[in-house]
């Protein structure tokens, strides 16, 4: 079966960081690019990051570019999103996706 959970979201200050985990069961993320996405209320699923499995290249949306950090652990199976000073404009469920699985999403929600 082939499963993502993604962890790490929660209630962060404006200026403050959280570290998303995207963990995949079922297949090995080795022969997979990487993405991470997110959804606001009342908006659009939108791409926020990328890495590619044959060289780790990765890509950014302009919004997040100097802030957020993709990465991945293939030997743990995991992805990662490593988020710095974040934003009130950064609150959305975040999602991961792998081999057209999508995990079920982690909230993040950044707020004074």
């Known amino acids: 079966q082939v499963l993502l959970v993604e962890s790490g979201g929660g209630l962060v200050t404006p200026g403050g960081s959280l570290r998303l985990s995207c963990a995949a069961s079922g297949f090995t993320v080795d022969y997979y690019n990487i993405g991470w996405f997110r959804q606001a209320p009342g908006k659009e699923r939108e791409g926020v990051s990328c890495i590619s499995s044959s060289d780790g290249r990765t890509n950014y949306a302009d919004s997040v570019k100097g802030r957020f950090t993709i990465s991945r652990d293939n030997a743990k199976n995991t992805a990662y999103l490593q988020m710095n000073s974040l934003k009130p404009e950064d609150t959305a469920v975040y999602y991961c996706?792998?081999?057209?699985?999508w995990g079920q999403g982690t909230q993040v929600t950044v707020s004074s």
């Open positions: 996706s792998v081999n057209s699985a």
